[in-house]
């Protein structure tokens, strides 16, 4: 049987990016949260796309942010 996917919180997924920020490193606030780092990764990127929906801006965020 395949296991049922869960929905996180919007509030949870910006709590977990904030600590990505601050911490950055991605692997890690996923290790903590028990949650897939290319999940996490994901949600940084969801929400520097948001931030910057300039493409030109989004990559320059991106450098600074790795």
């Not at 911490?23 to 606030?29: E, P, Q, R, S």
């Not at 949260?33 to 990559?59: G, I």
Request: net charge negative.
């Amino acid at each position: 049987m395949i296991p049922m996917s869960q929905t996180y919180a919007p509030e949870f997924k910006q709590q977990v990016v904030r600590e990505v920020r601050e911490t950055g490193n991605a692997a890690l606030v996923a290790r903590q949260h028990q949650l897939n780092p290319s999940m996490v990764r994901r949600w940084v990127r969801e929400a520097l796309t948001a931030e910057y929906p300039d493409p030109q801006a989004l990559s320059l965020a991106e450098e600074t942010c790795a």
